[in-house]
């Protein structure tokens, strides 16, 4: 499962946090996502008597559970297994009640700085860990996928890497070198342009710089 954003909106709609895992041009402005989901959120009510989880929009999935006066929203790819379901909704549950336990007392004040959410950023880091991929260089596009229709509008220079990241899903730099039969530097520059193109994410894992895409 990609995470691409995790936004902490109140119950009046105000969104007073958001961290990106993306480049934030691809994803809707936060203010305006924040006063939409309230408004979508009582409209469903007004009708179902119950409070809407998923909204998916352009494979986005806007994952949404409330904790008293607070929204988390979080930004996932469009979970396809059962387990990703659990694991999302586990991550979520863990995130509303840290955040609650942190800052709920500061929630109740008629005014108040959003300066004093910005430590709550160590602690989404610290419950997605690393069982979730995320983007630490905010540049993955989730419109683009690497599909072999995709990968056959790349320059050719581009393919063996772009279908070592197909079959592999994730791996380091040498990883890909041995899936496309490239050498490094070769692959290097190939990582470098898919990835400024949008195509694919980096992360740390165990020490070790990896890089994922959105398949």
Excluded: W
Excluded at 81 to 88: D, L
Excluded at 128 to 156: C, H, M, W, Y
């Amino acid at each position: 499962m990609i995470v691409y954003a995790c936004h902490i909106i109140t119950d009046d709609g105000r969104t007073i946090f958001t961290e990106y895992f993306m480049d934030s041009r691809n994803i809707p402005d936060a203010i305006l996502l924040g006063g939409f989901l309230t408004a979508f959120q009582a409209m469903f009510y007004s009708i179902a008597q119950s409070e809407i989880t998923t909204i998916t929009i352009e494979g986005f999935a806007y994952n949404i559970k409330t904790f008293g006066l607070v929204r988390i929203c979080l930004v996932t790819d469009i979970p396809s297994t059962a387990e990703e379901k659990r694991q999302k909704d586990a991550i979520i549950q863990k995130l509303g009640l840290r955040f609650v336990k942190e800052y709920g007392s500061f929630l109740t004040l008629f005014d108040f700085s959003l300066n004093i959410f910005i430590p709550f950023k160590n602690i989404i880091y610290e419950v997605l860990g690393q069982d979730v991929l995320i983007d630490q260089s905010q540049r993955i596009n989730p419109i683009k996928k690497l599909t072999t229709a995709e990968i056959f509008s790349l320059p050719t220079r581009i393919h063996a890497t772009a279908l070592a990241m197909i079959s592999i899903s994730e791996g380091t730099t040498r990883d890909i070198a041995i899936e496309s039969r490239k050498n490094l530097e070769t692959t290097k520059k190939n990582i470098t342009y898919l990835q400024r193109q949008g195509f694919i994410g980096v992360r740390q894992v165990k020490g070790k710089k990896t890089h994922f895409c959105s398949l």
